[in-house]
């Protein structure tokens, strides 16, 4: 069982910064790859970036490309996602998931455990 709560989300400009963090609770956390989903008002959620357990790997959707990078302490049992040069699209509730022994990838069916959000507005 893991319990993942997001945190670091508000309200920024067009252009600004903000750097999410999921924080995990449970056993091997290590062996969780991990991924960033996020859901606009009227939209369906979607894959922002993932990361392989080991940190080695990682993906991310190509609108957020040069913009979004995520990492991961397995020593704090943290996952964080760094959002640079953000643009009102970005706005969304977004969430971080586990996948158990997975490798970061964007289907969203793949994770077995999920946060309950956070939200983020750009404003323009």
């Known amino acids: 069982q893991v319990q993942l709560v997001e945190s670091g989300g508000g309200l920024v400009q067009a252009g600004g910064s903000l750097r999410l963090s999921c924080a995990a609770s449970?056993?091997?956390?290590?062996?969780?790859?991990m991924g960033w989903f996020r859901q606009a008002p009227g939209k369906a959620r979607e894959f922002v970036a993932g990361?392989?357990?080991?940190?080695?790997?990682?993906y991310n959707q190509d609108s957020v490309k040069g913009r979004f990078t995520i990492s991961r302490d397995n020593a704090k049992n943290t996952v964080y996602l760094q959002m640079n040069s953000l643009k009102p699209e970005d706005t969304a509730v977004y969430f971080c998931?586990?996948?158990?022994?997975?490798?970061?990838?964007?289907?969203?069916?793949?994770?077995?455990?999920w946060g309950q959000g956070t939200q983020v507005t750009v404003s323009s």
């Open positions: 998931a586990a996948d158990y022994l997975g490798l970061g990838g964007g289907q969203s069916a793949q994770y077995e455990y």
């Open positions: 449970g056993r091997r956390f290590s062996s969780y790859a």
């Open positions: 990361i392989s357990w080991s940190g080695g790997t990682t």
